[in-house]
RNA sequence: GCGCCCGUAGCUCAAAGGAUAGAGUACUUGGCUUCGAACCAAGGGGUUGCAGGUUCGAGUCCUGCCGGGCGCACCA
C-alpha cells in the first residue's frame, strides 16, 4: 500500500530525528497542484523539537528521500511547501499500474467485513399519499445502503408501514362519505384530505372518526374490515410500483398493526417497571435520561406511534440477530427517537448502543413548506412525471437545435420514453444526494432541475460519452474488447523510458484512483454526498480532458493508453452512479 | 421558555483543524468540417451572521449574542 509506505517512511525519518511519538497525518491535498498526498508532520513536531516548521521539514526531506528509495515505492517527488507542508507527487508507473486495478469491483472494501446490520428506510402510509418526503427518505435510504454493502457490511433492508391509525381512520371516514365505484390511489388520496378536513372542523366527524380509529384496532366491523382490506392492498401495490421504478428493494416489509399488537403487549407488561400511568395514558418519563416524556399507550388504550416503535424493535431482534439497526427518517423525529430508543434500551438491555438513529433533512419547495392542509402536498409520482416531462422535451428537441441529435433521432418512442424516466429519477435523486444529508433540499420547479453542469444528467452524459468513446475505439483501433486488450502496462512497457518521464500523470488519473477511499468515507460517515460530489469532479475532469485529447487515434501510440484511461472512467462513473441508485443510459 | 440542528458568492451547495475558502447556476465573452456541444475555455463575484477565546494555523473547536428550522402528552 503507498500510504503504508509513505507513512512508515515519514515515521522513520521523524524516529531518526529523536521524535518520541511518531504519529503521522497523511492526507490528500485539497488542491491537486499541492500533490498526490501531503502530511503536515513538520509543522506539528516542530516545537517540541525547538525547531522552524521549514527547518524541520527540510530535514525530514532528506531522511524521507532515502526512506522512500528503499522501499521501491512509486512516488517520483517529494517537495516542501507552504508553511512546512511536505508534499507527495506518486509517478507515471504508479498510476498506469492503478488505473490497471480499476474493474467492476473496484471501489468494494472490507471495513465492515462480518457486520450486520438491520436499516430500515421509507415508511409510508398505506391511504395516505407516497410524497415527496417519502421520495426523500427512500432515495437517501437506498444510497446510505448500497454504500454500506460496498464497505463489506451485509444488510437486512426494511420498510415499515403505517396501515393503522388515526390517518387510516380518516380515510375510511371519507371513504365511507364518496361510496366509490373503484378504488385507487387517487381516491384514497381524497378520501384522506376529506377525512382531515372533517377531523379538523367538525366535532361530530372528529368523534366518529376516533370511533372508527377504535374499531379498526378491535377489529370489531367486517364491513369496515372489508373496505380497510381493499385501501391497503390497494395502497401497498402502488408503493411495490414506486420501488421498483425507483430501483429500490426490501428484504422484509413491516407494518404498524403487527407493530403496535406486539408493542401494546410489551409496554402493558412493563408497567410499573420502565413504563408508568400518568393521566390514563401509560408513558415513559424521559426526564430521567435528561429527555422528556413520550406516551406510548394512550388513554384509550391503544398503542401510538412510540409503543409500534418498541413492537417493531422487537420483531427485528427476533428476525435477526443484528450489530446494529440503523432508522433513517427525517430529522423532525430526532427527539422521538432518542427517548423510544432508551426506553427500548431498557426493555432489552442487548440492544444498548446497537440502535442508531439516520435523520435526514425536509424536502422543501420554493414556494414554501410542504402540507397537505394548504393543499401543497405533491406526491412523489407527480414529481417524477413533471421531471420527466421536461427531460421529455429536451429528448424531442430537433437535432439542429443541438450538436448532437443524432443518436437521439434514431431513437424509437418507447427508449424515448425510457431515456426520460432515467434521466429524469438520476435528475431528481442527484439534487438529494449532492448535499450532506443533515440538510433541508430546497426544491425549484423552475431552477433546482437543471440537466447542466451540477446535476444527475451531466454525470449520465459524461458516462454515455466516454462509452460511445470506446465503441469507437473497437473500431478504429480493431478492438474486440477495450477493457480486457487495452492492457495498461504493456503500452507503457512499449513506450521509451524517457518518454514515460516527460509525461506528468494526469488530473484523470490521480482522481481515478481515489474512489475506493471516497466509498470508504461515504461508508464510515454514512454520507452518500461524498460520492455525488466526487463523481462531478471526476466527470468534469475527463469532460474537460477529453475536449483537449484526441483519445481514438490510431497513429497516436498513446491511443491505447488513453482508450484504457476512459474505460477506467466508465467503469468508475458506472459503479458510483449505482452507489446513488442512478441509472445508467446507454445513449441520451 | 427549554432542548437539538443550521447561518459560506445574487441563488443552490462543497470544503477530514491546514496552503490563495471551491463547484454549479445566473451574468459577460469565445469555441462544433473533428471521438457525442446535456460539453469545453475565459472573466468578474466573499469581512464564511456578529463579538471574543483556544491553536504555529479556525468556515471548522469553545463562550456569548443576532437570525432561521425542528421538537417538547395522548398524530405518525
Known amino acids: 500500500m503507498i ?7 515519514i515515521q522513520q525519518a521523524l524516529k531518526d530525528l529523536g521524535v518520541r511519538t511518531s504519529e503521522a497525518e497523511l492526507t490528500h491535498p485539497a488542491e491537486l497542484s499541492h500533490g498526490d498526498y501531503s502530511t503536515n508532520v513538520a509543522l506539528i513536531y ?4 525547538k525547531m522552524k516548521p521549514k527547518e524541520l521539514a527540510e530535514r525530514l526531506l ?25 508534499n507527495f507527487y506518486l509517478s507515471k508507473e504508479f498510476f498506469a499500474n492503478a488505473v490497471r486495478e480499476v474493474g467492476d469491483d473496484f471501489g468494494k472494501n472490507k471495513i465492515r467485513a462480518g457486520e450486520k446490520i438491520f436499516f430500515e428506510h421509507t415508511q409510508p402510509n398505506p391511504f395516505k399519499e407516497f410524497h415527496i418526503g417519502h421520495l426523500m427518505n427512500n432515495i437517501i435510504g437506498e444510497a446510505t445502503s448500497r454504500v454500506l454493502e460496498w464497505n463489506g457490511a451485509k444488510l437486512m433492508r426494511a420498510t415499515y408501514h403505517g396501515d393503522v391509525g388515526l390517518h387510516v381512520a380518516k380515510s375510511l371516514w371519507g371513504l365511507r362519505r364518496m361510496e366509490p365505484k373503484m ?24 368523534q366518529d372518526i376516533i370511533a372508527l380509529n377504535k374499531a379498526l384496532y378491535a377489529k370489531s366491523d367486517p364491513k369496515l ?4 382490506e381493499e385501501g391497503r392492498v390497494v395502497s401497498l401495490e402502488h408503493f411495490e410500483l414506486l420501488y421498483k421504478k425507483l ?12 407493530a403496535g399488537e406486539v408493542g401494546s403487549k410489551l409496554v402493558r407488561e412493563a408497567i410499573g417497571s420502565v413504563f408508568e400511568e400518568s393521566e390514563g395514558a401509560v408513558v415513559y418519563k424521559g426526564e430521567q435520561d435528561g429527555l422528556h416524556t413520550r406516551v406510548f399507550l394512550n388513554s384509550e388504550g391503544l398503542p401510538t406511534y412510540e409503543a409500534k416503535e418498541v413492537g417493531l424493535a422487537q420483531l427485528k431482534r427476533k428476525k435477526f440477530a443484528y450489530d446494529r439497526s440503523i432508522t433513517v427518517t427525517a430529522n423532525e423525529q430526532n427527539d422521538f427517537f ?9 426493555l432489552f438491555p442487548e440492544l444498548k448502543g446497537k440502535l442508531q438513529h439516520l435523520s435526514h433533512g425536509v424536502l422543501k419547495l420554493s414556494t414554501g413548506k410542504m402540507s397537505s392542509r394548504t393543499g401543497t402536498i405533491i406526491s412523489a409520482e407527480s414529481l417524477i412525471e413533471q421531471v420527466k416531462k421536461l427531460v421529455k422535451a429536451k429528448v424531442e428537441e430537433p437535432a439542429s437545435a443541438q450538436g448532437s441529435g443524432l443518436a437521439r433521432r434514431e431513437m424509437s418512442e418507447k427508449e424515448k420514453e425510457e431515456l426520460s424516466e432515467i434521466v429524469a429519477i438520476g435528475a431528481i435523486k442527484y439534487s438529494i444526494l449532492r448535499q450532506a444529508i443533515g440538510g433541508d433540499t430546497i426544491f425549484d420547479f423552475e431552477k433546482s432541475i437543471s440537466f447542466e453542469g451540477d446535476s444527475g444528467p451531466y454525470l449520465q452524459y459524461s458516462y454515455v460519452r466516454a462509452k460511445s468513446v470506446l465503441e469507437k475505439a473497437k473500431e478504429v483501433l480493431g478492438v474486440a474488447d477495450v477493457v480486457d486488450v487495452v492492457d495498461v502496462g504493456n503500452v507503457l512497457d512499449a513506450r521509451h523510458l524517457t518518454h514515460i518521464q516527460h509525461v506528468q500523470p494526469t488530473t484523470l488519473e490521480r482522481l481515478l484512483c481515489r474512489f475506493p477511499e471516497v466509498v470508504e468515507r461515504a461508508g464510515k460517515e454514512m454520507e452518500p454526498h461524498y460520492i455525488t460530489t466526487y463523481l462531478t469532479g471526476l466527470a468534469g475532469t475527463f469532460n474537460s480532458w477529453y ?16 482508450v484504457a484511461l476512459t474505460s477506467a472512467f466508465s467503469i468508475v462513473m458506472k459503479n458510483g452512479l449505482w452507489l446513488l441508485g442512478i441509472g445508467v443510459p446507454t445513449r441520451m
Request: no cysteine; charged share 30%.
Open 225 to 228: 374490515m372489508k373496505l380497510y
Open 62 to 86: 532528506q531522511g524521507l528521500t532515502l526512506n522512500l528509495q528503499k522501499g521501491q515505492t512509486f512516488v517520483s517527488r517529494v517537495e516542501i511547501a507552504g508553511a512546512g507542508f511536505i
Open 183 to 206: 378504488l385507487d390511489i387517487s381516491v384514497l388520496g381524497r378520501a384522506y384530505a376529506m377525512g382531515n378536513e372533517a377531523y379538523e372542523a367538525d366535532i361530530a366527524a372528529k
Open 338 to 346: 432518542k427517548v423510544v430508543e432508551k426506553a427500548v434500551e431498557k
Open 46 to 49: 516542530a516545537k517540541e523539537l
Open 3 to 9: 500510504t503504508k509506505d509513505i507513512t512508515e517512511a
Open 247 to 258: 430501483g429500490s428493494s426490501f428484504d422484509i416489509h413491516f407494518f404498524e398493526s403487527e
Open 547 to 562: 475536449a483537449h485529447e484526441k483519445i481514438v487515434d490510431a497513429s497516436d501510440p498513446t491511443s491505447p493508453y488513453k
